[in-house]
């Protein structure tokens, strides 16, 4: 049966986010959201608390924590920053995870130390221009040549697509159409051929970096490749299923920043010589928010012990990542209601909450993805 008091060390990990958030975070959220700042030396911080190498055994350099732990860190940083809560999830969930569930030894030896302390900053490269969520008809191809496959095409819509100092990028190595026709590579930054391109100007999560990945010619070597040849792409459904749990996470982080806030702001605003908050109108919004929140945060952890047994999350990943980021939209519109003009200023952090959220219902599977990854499962 599911314990739903947080263990021991999730308290810690939550306190210990909020001390450093204060004073690592907060002070400088407006001006990295203005400028489309990607804070990378935040990340080498949360590197050295372990942060990045959340899930990664201790035996490589990781904490060696479970997703309970996971999860708690990632709602946690979204609270302070979305934008730092999608980054430092992007890293640990896909490239690093990628690297850990199907790398072999030599591969996890030399990787996942850098990762786990963010020595190296990871991306995954997955989606192209015209290939969202028609993954499998991707046009990025990987050519045998002797003991090289020589890559070449785009990536688009990559997290750390630009700054990222290893990337895990899926390949055509087979026929368009092949589910067995992907293949997983590890791909460094400065390999001769790969480039970041263009890095996007984006509505909300504007301090974390998304990006383009360019390959022209590039040539690696075939003890780069992830797992099998032509498993790339099974693998990759596999990573997105854990994944999923990330952006619930994040977005259950967005949700109870929002409400927290929203909350806080309506005892403290007076209109007719009363709180807001006596009014019905406000604290029946109130009730319905903290009631979102709270099965958003069952079925998130639910999710993650799943996935810390060991068993398929398919299903309830889909269901968790659907339900978490509807309800981070709807309660980060909410708040923006209950502050008025105010919420519809940058002086409040219910505005940037608003323009955040938005992403958790499109990336790693847009909202309609999940529906169907859920009616198929059911229908089964």
């Not at 995954?124 to 008809?137: F, K, Q, V, Y």
């Not at 159409?177 to 509505?203: C, Q, W, Y």
């Not at 509807?326 to 980060?332: D, F, K, P, R």
Request: with cysteine; charged share 25%; aromatic share 10%.
């Amino acid at each position: 049966m599911f314990d739903f008091a947080l263990n021991e060390n999730q308290r810690m990990i939550a306190q210990m986010i909020r001390d450093f958030g204060a004073k690592e975070i907060t002070p400088f959220r407006k001006e990295w959201d203005d400028q489309s700042h990607f804070p990378i030396e935040v990340f080498k911080k949360l590197g050295d608390l372990g942060l990045m190498g959340v899930l990664v055994p201790t035996e490589y350099g990781g904490s060696g924590f479970g997703y309970f732990e996971y999860v708690t860190a990632i709602a946690e940083l979204a609270k302070l920053d979305p934008s730092v809560g999608l980054s430092m999830a992007a890293h640990n969930s896909l490239c690093t995870g990628h690297i850990l569930m199907f790398g072999n030894e030599e591969q996890k030896r030399k990787y996942l130390p850098k990762l786990a302390t963010c020595e190296w900053l990871g991306a995954w490269g997955l989606t192209e221009p015209n290939t969202g969520s028609d993954a499998g008809n991707m046009r990025t191809v990987a050519k045998k040549d002797g003991e090289y496959y020589v890559i070449n095409g785009a990536k688009n819509f990559i997290t750390h697509g630009y700054s990222g100092d290893v990337a895990v990028v899926i390949a055509r190595t087979g026929e368009v159409g092949d589910s067995h026709g992907m293949t997983a590579f590890i791909v460094e930054r400065g390999t001769p051929g790969f480039k970041g391109g263009r890095k996007e100007d984006k509505l909300g999560m504007r301090a974390s970096e998304t990006a383009e990945m360019i390959f022209e010619d590039c040539r690696i070597h075939e003890s780069q490749v992830l797992g099998e040849v032509g498993e790339g792409f099974i693998q990759s459904m596999k990573i997105l299923d854990g994944g999923r749990i990330s952006i619930a996470a994040l977005s259950l982080g967005i949700a109870e920043g929002a409400l927290e806030a929203a909350i806080q702001y309506s005892k403290e605003r007076h209109q007719f010589n009363k709180p807001i908050s006596s009014f019905q109108g406000i604290s029946f919004k109130l009730a319905d928010m903290a009631t979102q929140v709270e099965a958003a945060s069952l079925l998130t952890f639910k999710a993650a012990d799943l996935k810390n047994k060991g068993q398929k999350v398919t299903l309830t990943g889909a269901k968790a990542k659907l339900y978490a980021s509807e309800v981070a939209v709807s309660v980060a519109n909410e708040a923006v209601q209950i502050f008025g003009g105010y919420g519809f200023t940058k002086d409040y952090p219910v505005e940037k909450y608003y323009r955040d959220a938005k992403l958790c219902t499109i990336g790693e599977g847009t909202s309609e993805i999940q529906k169907l990854v859920i009616s198929r499962e059911l229908l089964r």
